[in-house]
């Protein structure tokens, strides 16, 4: 069911990765996704796929709960594997059957692809299971502060995203429930050619549109009944400030890093 | 002191043609004079459309008047740079709890206020503690709000109000969207904030049984003031509250029913106990004749 | 017999750490012709109950049988049932998204593959049946009042032609005023065409004054099933479980134990004035 993506959601659990300061974690998922193209051996998978569980096991978040949100992104997983799969030339033709060719190198590719891209989307959603998103908010505006200078609303747009993010869950149920009641009326999502199906969609999306416009001007106007002008003047509940742990969390970064290029440099190409 | 004091607030919408052109003017206040001292409970019930929204957006300067003047804690609406002083002192909760939270925890959510405001954080802490508690949400204070139930949310949009200090609170039909025990629960935290917190409370409703304990009662219909009173003033004219598309609480319409009838009975019975002893009056009033 | 439940459980989320059993050995007949009331407080399962009656949802366990067939058969023509149980979500008026409200009313019978003539019939007629006057019939749905859009929204479901009709608190949002005027209007509907309905409500009030049966959920069982006067008898265990019985039901037990002697059995205000003008009737006579 549609409510079942969990990509993007808020899983409180109070752990250390919790309570870190959230530009470490930008800052941490930005070295991660960096990570990603500095290898390209199994060694290197090997330790950012148990970088990436020991970090998940650090923030109590249960590992169901993380690989649930694949299940949104699966085609696109799909895809990329098999696009890999069958276009990528090689030496060792296994198979050849017409315009299908499959090579050793393609399934290697393949393989190493769709690994890079589950790394990739769990580890990255992780920042968003641990993370509130006024925290997240919080956490870009800090690091971009420095591009407000070029007049670049930082605060607004941080802003934007934290509320994006508190209604996805919301929209989500309401896209359910829309689909449900025009089923109820005899709408037929699943069966018909690409086109009927695409037709079928507008029984949904303008409800689905009014009731987020609808839901926009309330919130609107809820925020500056309570007072909301923009950034200027603002203080805050949760200010950041760099804590011990936070060290910490930096110095493992180096150390990841470092074991990273150090195994796809020194240990044999598998 | 008067809380709110509005003086022939007159407001019109105009609606325009696709070229621009005037079509319509539509008053949905017209003429509206009402004041409400501060530390009271007043309820203004109204039908969909007379204009009772319409009011509320403006003690909260989201709509200014068309005419007249309107006064909030002694601050002109129409002043620009006091609107969010108006805002400050007159906190306004919506119909729907959802679309009213900001943030994806409880107390981040009751922060944003305070924040706006410019509070130093310590005292957003302070404050946050206060006004959850005072609502009976504290324990739930990291929480997530999608996980509440209706009437929880809606409490956790009253607490993010109480946070900004106002001294006045003004709900818009905060119970419409809810089951009846999540309406219960959000009349007893009003009528305790009321009480304990000696906030002055304007709760706007379609529901009658909500009203029975307010200090006083103004009806609106077709965004006007139609009546004023206190809930038993309000409540014995069952007639003309139901010309004006509404409704009386059960026990009050049937003592009404059955005074038509030619019981003894006194107008504006608004409670089971105060219609149980009027009854035993009848039983006893029978025996003496 | 238009719809039976044998033995129906439903669960959420089987083998996860949030599985709940939302209905547990639901048994339950709806003959033709009646109207029933559905209480529960949210989360007792009447959501869930529902929309297993039009196959939104698929029991766990058990079967629904509509007019002796299974619906949960495999050549169960699943379309027919939506058009024969028409189901009416809480704010119904946020599903409409035509251009006009009869090409809206349309939606639904067009679904069905009907020819153009009975479509536009059946959108009249239903329209006709809410009180909704041709004027309207070319304005946007989005422009109407919000007591129209619901009525325009309740003609989409029974332009279907439904036999039952289950409306999910219909009157959710509205003033007293409309309130009164959509049960009345369902009432109305229920009578003339003879179509069973089903509503689910919070308003302990509305469904003693409109329904011959209530069947009460709590916690996916069916806590009483019966007239209102037999359920309402039970307004002590009702409030246990969060609801409670219409308040002339409450004066009237208050009379009982003031030694006024009039029966507990009403659930409305006009069931209790005849029983109270009754009493003082007598109490007049003896004197």
Same mark, same amino acid.
């Given at each position: 069911?549609?409510?079942?993506?969990?990509?993007?959601?808020?899983?409180?659990?109070?752990?250390?990765?919790?309570?870190?300061?959230?530009?470490?974690?930008?800052?941490?998922?930005?070295?991660?996704?960096?990570s990603m193209f500095l290898f390209d051996t199994f060694w290197g998978y090997l330790v950012t796929?148990?970088?990436?569980?020991?970090?998940?096991?650090?923030?109590?978040?249960?590992?169901?709960?993380?690989?649930?949100?694949?299940?949104?992104?699966?085609?696109?997983?799909?895809?990329?594997?098999?696009?890999?799969?069958?276009?990528?030339?090689?030496?060792?033709?296994?198979?050849?059957?017409?315009?299908?060719?499959?090579?050793?190198?393609?399934?290697?590719?393949?393989?190493f692809?769709?690994?890079r891209?589950?790394?990739?989307?769990?580890?990255?959603?992780?920042?968003?299971?641990?993370?509130?998103?006024?925290?997240?908010?919080?956490?870009?505006?800090?690091?971009?502060?420095?591009?407000?200078?070029?007049?670049?609303?930082?605060?607004?747009?941080?802003?934007?995203?934290?509320?994006?993010?508190?209604?996805?869950?919301?929209?989500?149920?309401?896209?359910?429930?829309?689909?449900?009641?025009?089923?109820?009326?005899?709408?037929?999502?699943?069966?018909?050619?690409?086109?009927?199906?695409?037709?079928?969609?507008?029984?949904?999306?303008?409800?689905?549109?009014?009731?987020?416009?609808?839901?926009?001007?309330?919130?609107?106007?809820?925020?500056?009944?309570?007072?909301?002008?923009?950034?200027?003047?603002?203080?805050?509940?949760?200010?950041?400030?760099?804590?011990?742990?936070?060290?910490?969390?930096?110095?493992?970064?180096?150390?990841?890093?470092?074991?990273i290029l150090?195994v796809d440099r020194?240990?044999?190409?598998? | 002191?008067?809380?709110?004091?509005?003086?022939?607030?007159?407001?019109?919408?105009?609606?325009?043609?696709?070229?621009?052109?005037?079509?319509?003017?539509? =008053?949905?206040?017209?003429?509206?004079? !009402?004041?409400?001292?501060?530390?009271?409970? @007043? #309820? *203004?019930? /109204?039908?969909?459309?007379?204009?009772?929204?319409?009011?509320?957006?403006?003690?909260?300067?989201?709509?200014?008047?068309?005419?007249?003047?309107?006064?909030?804690?002694?601050?002109?609406?129409?002043?620009?740079?006091?609107?969010?002083?108006?805002?400050?002192?007159?906190?306004?909760?919506?119909?729907?709890?959802?679309?009213?939270?900001?943030?994806?925890?409880?107390?981040?959510?009751?922060?944003?206020?305070?924040?706006?405001?410019?509070?130093?954080?310590?005292?957003?802490?302070?404050?946050?503690?206060?006004?959850?508690?005072?609502?009976?949400?504290?324990?739930? =204070?990291?929480?997530?709000?999608?996980? !509440?139930?209706?009437?929880?949310?809606?409490? @956790? #949009? *009253?607490? /993010?109000?109480?946070?900004?200090?106002?001294?006045?609170?003004?709900?818009?039909?905060?119970?419409?969207?809810?089951?009846?025990?999540?309406?219960?629960?959000?009349?007893?935290?009003?009528?305790?904030?009321?009480?304990?917190?000696?906030?002055?409370?304007?709760?706007?409703?379609?529901?009658?049984?909500?009203?029975?304990?307010?200090?006083?009662?103004?009806?609106?219909?077709?965004?006007?003031?139609?009546?004023?009173?206190?809930?038993?003033?309000?409540?014995?004219?069952?007639?003309?509250?139901?010309?004006?598309?509404?409704?009386?609480?059960?026990?009050?319409?049937?003592?009404?029913?059955?005074?038509?009838?030619?019981?003894?009975?006194?107008?504006?019975?608004?409670?089971?106990?105060?219609?149980?002893?009027?009854?035993?009056?009848?039983?006893?009033?029978?025996?003496?004749? | 017999?238009?719809?039976?439940?044998?033995?129906?459980?439903?669960?959420?989320?089987?083998?996860?750490?949030?599985?709940?059993?939302?209905?547990?050995?639901?048994?339950?007949?709806?003959?033709?012709?009646?109207?029933?009331?559905?209480?529960?407080?949210?989360?007792?399962?009447?959501?869930?109950?529902?929309?297993?009656?039009?196959?939104?949802?698929?029991?766990?366990?058990?079967?629904?049988?509509?007019?002796?067939?299974?619906?949960?058969?495999?050549?169960?023509?699943?379309?027919?049932?939506?058009?024969?149980?028409?189901?009416?979500?809480?704010?119904?008026?946020?599903?409409?998204?035509?251009?006009?409200?009869?090409?809206?009313?349309?939606?639904?019978?067009?679904?069905?593959?009907?020819?153009?003539?009975?479509?536009?019939?059946?959108?009249?007629?239903?329209?006709?049946?809410?009180?909704?006057?041709?004027?309207?019939?070319?304005?946007?749905?989005?422009?109407?009042?919000?007591?129209?859009?619901?009525?325009?929204?309740?003609?989409?479901?029974?332009?279907?032609?439904?036999?039952?009709?289950?409306?999910?608190?219909?009157?959710?949002?509205?003033?007293?005023?409309?309130?009164?005027?959509?049960?009345?209007?369902?009432?109305?509907?229920?009578?003339?065409?003879?179509?069973?309905?089903?509503?689910?409500?919070?308003?302990?009030?509305?469904?003693?004054?409109?329904?011959?049966?209530?069947?009460?959920?709590?916690?996916?069982?069916?806590?009483?099933?019966?007239?209102?006067?037999?359920?309402?008898?039970?307004?002590?265990?009702?409030?246990?479980?969060?609801?409670?019985?219409?308040?002339?039901?409450?004066?009237?037990?208050?009379?009982?134990?003031?030694?006024?002697?009039?029966?507990?059995?009403?659930?409305?205000?006009?069931?209790?004035?005849?029983?109270?003008?009754?009493?003082?009737?007598?109490?007049?006579?003896?004197?």
């Amino acid at each position: 069911m549609i409510r079942d993506i969990t990509i993007g959601q808020y899983y409180p659990s109070g752990s250390i990765i919790h309570r870190l300061d959230p530009r470490v974690k930008l800052i941490g998922t930005i070295v991660y996704i960096v990570s990603m193209f500095l290898f390209d051996t199994f060694w290197g998978y090997l330790v950012t796929g148990l970088f990436l569980f020991g970090v998940i096991k650090a923030s109590k978040v249960p590992l169901k709960y993380i690989v649930k949100g694949l299940k949104s992104v699966i085609i696109l997983l799909l895809f990329t594997v098999s696009f890999n799969l069958f276009l990528t030339p090689g030496e060792h033709v296994l198979v050849h059957f017409g315009f299908i060719i499959i090579t050793t190198e393609g399934i290697r590719f393949a393989i190493f692809m769709g690994l890079r891209l589950v790394l990739l989307i769990l580890g990255s959603s992780l920042m968003t299971f641990t993370t509130t998103p006024n925290e997240l908010t919080d956490g870009i505006e800090r690091l971009l502060g420095f591009l407000k200078v070029l007049h670049v609303p930082v605060h607004e747009v941080a802003m934007m995203m934290s509320i994006a993010l508190r209604f996805i869950p919301i929209l989500l149920e309401e896209t359910d429930k829309i689909m449900k009641a025009q089923q109820a009326r005899g709408a037929d999502f699943e069966t018909g050619s690409l086109i009927k199906r695409a037709k079928a969609m507008v029984p949904i999306l303008v409800p689905l549109f009014i009731s987020a416009f609808r839901r926009a001007g309330d919130l609107a106007m809820a925020m500056e009944a309570r007072c909301y002008r923009g950034g200027k003047g603002r203080t805050k509940m949760k200010p950041l400030k760099y804590k011990p742990k936070d060290a910490v969390a930096f110095c493992v970064y180096v150390v990841y890093i470092v074991t990273i290029l150090g195994v796809d440099r020194y240990l044999p190409m598998i | 002191m008067r809380m709110i004091d509005a003086k022939n607030l007159v407001f019109e919408y105009i609606r325009r043609d696709e070229e621009g052109n005037v079509e319509a003017i539509n =008053r949905a206040l017209d003429e509206v004079t !009402l004041d409400v001292s501060e530390g009271d409970f @007043v #309820a *203004i019930l /109204g039908h969909n459309g007379s204009g009772k929204s319409t009011m509320a957006k403006h003690i909260n300067a989201i709509l200014i008047p068309s005419e007249g003047t309107l006064y909030v804690n002694g601050f002109d609406t129409k002043d620009e740079e006091k609107i969010w002083d108006i805002r400050q002192s007159a906190g306004m909760v919506f119909q729907n709890p959802d679309n009213q939270i900001i943030a994806t925890v409880v107390e981040e959510d009751v922060g944003f206020g305070p924040e706006n405001l410019g509070v130093p954080t310590e005292e957003i802490w302070q404050r946050v503690e206060e006004s959850l508690k005072a609502v009976g949400m504290y324990e739930y =204070r990291s929480h997530s709000p999608n996980k !509440l139930s209706g009437g929880q949310k809606q409490r @956790v #949009a *009253i607490a /993010g109000i109480m946070a900004m200090r106002p001294k006045c609170i003004i709900l818009d039909e905060p119970t419409a969207m809810l089951d009846p025990n999540g309406r219960k629960e959000v009349i007893k935290t009003i009528r305790d904030l009321n009480k304990k917190e000696k906030v002055t409370v304007l709760l706007i409703t379609h529901y009658m049984d909500e009203v029975i304990h307010a200090d006083k009662v103004i009806v609106m219909d077709s965004g006007k003031v139609v009546m004023q009173g206190t809930p038993r003033e309000i409540f014995s004219q069952v007639d003309k509250l139901k010309r004006y598309r509404l409704d009386v609480p059960q026990v009050t319409e049937l003592a009404y029913e059955l005074k038509k009838q030619g019981m003894p009975l006194p107008d504006g019975i608004l409670t089971r106990e105060e219609f149980v002893e009027a009854m035993m009056e009848v039983r006893n009033g029978a025996f003496t004749r | 017999m238009a719809l039976l439940l044998d033995n129906v459980s439903y669960v959420y989320g089987g083998g996860t750490a949030y599985e709940k059993q939302a209905l547990k050995n639901i048994n339950l007949e709806i003959p033709d012709g009646r109207f029933i009331g559905l209480i529960g407080h949210t989360g007792s399962g009447k959501s869930t109950l529902i929309q297993h009656l039009n196959g939104l949802m698929k029991p766990s366990n058990g079967t629904v049988y509509f007019n002796g067939a299974d619906i949960g058969a495999e050549n169960f023509h699943k379309k027919e049932l939506r058009s024969k149980v028409g189901l009416v979500f809480q704010y119904p008026e946020h599903q409409l998204f035509e251009t006009t409200v009869l090409k809206d009313v349309q939606f639904g019978p067009k679904n069905l593959d009907l020819p153009q003539l009975e479509v536009d019939l059946r959108a009249y007629d239903a329209l006709k049946m809410v009180g909704i006057t041709d004027d309207l019939y070319d304005a946007s749905p989005f422009e109407l009042s919000g007591g129209q859009k619901r009525r325009v929204a309740i003609a989409g479901v029974l332009a279907m032609k439904p036999e039952v009709l289950i409306l999910d608190e219909p009157t959710a949002g509205l003033d007293p005023m409309g309130r009164d005027e959509i049960l009345d209007q369902i009432e109305k509907i229920h009578k003339e065409r003879k179509i069973t309905v089903i509503l689910v409500s919070h308003s302990m009030e509305d469904v003693a004054k409109y329904v011959d049966r209530i069947i009460v959920m709590n916690k996916g069982e069916i806590a009483y099933d019966g007239t209102p006067k037999t359920v309402f008898s039970h307004y002590k265990e009702l409030e246990k479980i969060g609801l409670a019985a219409p308040s002339v039901t409450y004066v009237m037990h208050d009379l009982n134990q003031m030694r006024i002697p009039v029966s507990t059995d009403a659930t409305t205000v006009e069931e209790a004035k005849l029983e109270i003008l009754d009493w003082w009737q007598q109490e007049r006579i003896i004197r």
